[in-house]
């Protein structure tokens, strides 16, 4: 009998004992299809030799020295690395092991970058409805996600929520997708007026939004306004690039695609590749140099910190992803995805939208592809196709609440970066029949 305790407790999962490439192997030999790289994380695939061995040699030299006594070579050299190649003014890397946890920091230095800048009045932070930043209170309280949060509510810090920035359901008949986009940001501009332009300390939002939507980018122009939004009240951009970052949607960081730079970026998942626990916030100079003339403490911390191994194995894999130039094959391999995926289902019945970037794509699904209704909640659609798929030999990401948290189907797909052409037919075939086994209602 297991004493692990599982996510859900009522079906335990098959042991995985195994990976190569784009495959899992369980413990009776089937293979899995990696189609969503577990959770965006698994960008270079499985057993890839160089991080095995960056990771060998670091534990060997050094496994573990706190942060609050040391620095190590990997940790700097990491830091470094994601430096040279950040967007805008991005200086300073603060390590930890996860995306909650950088998400947390995130939160956090921006409340006191405010404080050590005389200005302990901006308390306030907004995000978006139907978006996820991590399941620590914190991140949970600033994700978007009803049914997330229902639970937990009244544990979480109050946030502001405006709508996100969603083309498919929220674009008005005759409007361009440009005026869409400008209309979503005039959001935020009200939601900070309405708080009080000196009460409001940060935005945050995720450049394609991940987990609860399913690959939604936004429209062109909407992240340029929300630029000239924060700078004009004095707001902080955190973008949330946990999922969509570390080269998922074609650029190492997200937000190049939208030509803008944050003051704060939060990334994990493909920072490691799944080889090593660990993410990263990233900041300016100017909110780092507040902190140094100011207090000089950054009141924040974890103990894994900076971990040296994790931090060598981040190394390798970024080093890898810039080398190679791996973003570019993200693109080439994504729009073939794309392809397949609209040849496939372009006019399925059930299937009302595709989207997203590079190797990260979402099909949003629906009872009626005219009115775009979503199919009832008590079919359990996301978790019919979850299942399905994982018979099939397939691993995807399919969750349920799409629209607002209730309502609405999608399943997201973010394959290994390394993933061939035969192997995306595999993907579309596997997920064909996952569909057709979900929305038999």
């Known amino acids: 009998m297991s004493h692990i305790f599982p996510r859900h407790s009522r079906k335990p999962p098959p042991t995985a004992v195994r990976g190569e490439g784009c495959y899992l192997y369980d413990a009776d030999g089937k293979a899995y299809l990696d189609g969503s790289g577990g959770a965006a994380v698994s960008c270079l695939g499985h057993g890839d030799p160089d991080v095995i061995a960056a990771v060998q040699a670091q534990a060997a030299d050094l496994a573990f020295a706190h942060t609050g006594f040391f620095t190590s070579e990997p940790a700097e050299q990491l830091a470094d690395l994601l430096i040279s190649q950040a967007p805008g003014e991005l200086d300073r890397v603060y390590l930890v092991s996860g995306g909650s946890e950088a998400t947390e920091a995130a939160i956090k230095l921006a409340r006191q970058y405010h404080v050590e800048n005389g200005q302990p009045e901006r308390r306030h932070l907004i995000a978006r409805r139907q978006s996820y930043h991590g399941n620590t209170l914190g991140a949970l309280a600033a994700g978007g996600n009803e049914w997330r949060r229902q639970q937990f509510a009244p544990l979480l810090i109050e946030v502001s929520h405006i709508a996100p920035c969603y083309e498919y359901m929220l674009r008005e008949e005759g409007e361009t997708a440009e005026a869409y986009g400008l209309r979503a940001a005039k959001e935020l501009e009200d939601e900070i007026l309405r708080l009080g332009p000196d009460s409001v300390m940060a935005f945050m939002a995720e450049p394609v939004v991940g987990a609860t939507m399913g690959a939604v980018p936004a429209a062109e122009g909407y992240f340029k306004r929300i630029r000239e939004i924060c700078d004009q009240y004095g707001v902080l951009l ?40 660990i993410g990263a916030m990233l900041c300016t100079s100017k909110i780092y140099d507040a902190i140094k003339s100011g207090s000089g403490f950054f009141q924040h911390g974890h103990t894994y910190l900076g971990h040296p191994v994790a931090a060598a194995a981040a190394c390798a894999v970024v080093g890898k992803i810039v080398d190679q130039n791996l973003p570019s094959r993200v693109v080439e391999q994504g729009e073939k995805l794309h392809n397949a995926l609209s040849d496939r289902f372009g006019q399925h019945p059930y299937v009302g939208d595709i989207r997203g970037r590079g190797l990260f794509r979402g099909l949003e699904l629906v009872q009626d592809r005219e009115s775009k ?51 995306i037919g595999e993907l579309t075939d596997k997920l064909a029949i996952a569909i057709e086994q979900a929305t038999q209602v």
């Open 238 to 277: 955190i973008l949330d690039e946990v999922m969509c970052g570390m080269g998922r949607t074609g650029h190492l960081f997200a937000c190049e695609a939208d030509d803008i730079a944050p003051d704060i970026v939060c990334i994990a998942k493909g920072l490691g590749a799944g080889y090593q626990p």
């Open 373 to 423: 209704t979503p199919f009832d909640p008590s079919l359990g659609v996301a978790g019919k196709l979850k299942a399905g798929a994982f018979d099939a030999g397939l691993i995807c990401y399919p969750m349920s609440g799409t629209r607002d948290g209730r309502e609405g189907d999608h399943v997201l797909l973010a394959p290994p970066f390394i993933i061939e052409d035969h192997q």
